[in-house]
């Protein structure tokens, strides 16, 4: 079976941290982007019009993952968030979750953890823009008459 590459983008302001997470997941096939805060994470995505994840340090400077969560859920309803915070808070962590965030992981994370986690979050972005695309074939089809 032929592995379809999640195009993830990496938020954290440990760049070393984010640099290396990226360079794993490319090394497992992902296509992969890394950014170093919110304001750009939230540019990246405008761009890019393909990302189906973000895994989004919490604690970082400016604006912090909860915020940027925030963001995302208003513009891109669509992209699944993965929180990462290293800080022990379980609470900031539950409030993602709250917000919308898909899971959360505590740095270190377990690669193998993350990884289980990447699949469950591409697989219900998958899930959702199919679901997007029969409405909209739908929509066609009974504007057409054919419905």
Known sequence: MV?????????DDEVDF???????LKEVGEIVLSVHNGQDCLKT????DNIDV???????????GIEVL????????IVEVIMLTGHGSAETAVK?????AYDYLMKPADFTD??????????RSDEHKERIRAAELKLLLRKTGEF
């Not at 984010?18 to 794993?24: V, Y």
């Not at 973000?54 to 912090?64: A, F, H, R, S, T």
């Not at 993602?96 to 919308?100: Q, V």
């Not at 993350?114 to 697989?123: I, N």
Request: cysteine-free; glycine content about 8%; hydrophobic content about 50%.
């Open 3 to 11: 592995k379809i590459p999640a195009r993830i983008l990496v938020v």
């Open 18 to 24: 984010a640099e290396m997470l990226s360079l794993r």
């Open 45 to 48: 995505l405008e761009e890019k």
């Open 54 to 64: 973000v895994i989004l340090d919490i604690k970082m400077p400016g604006m912090d």
């Open 70 to 77: 925030k963001e995302i859920r208003k513009k891109f309803p």
């Open 96 to 100: 993602g979750l709250k917000l919308g």
């Open 114 to 123: 993350l990884a289980a986690k990447l699949e469950g979050a591409r697989k």
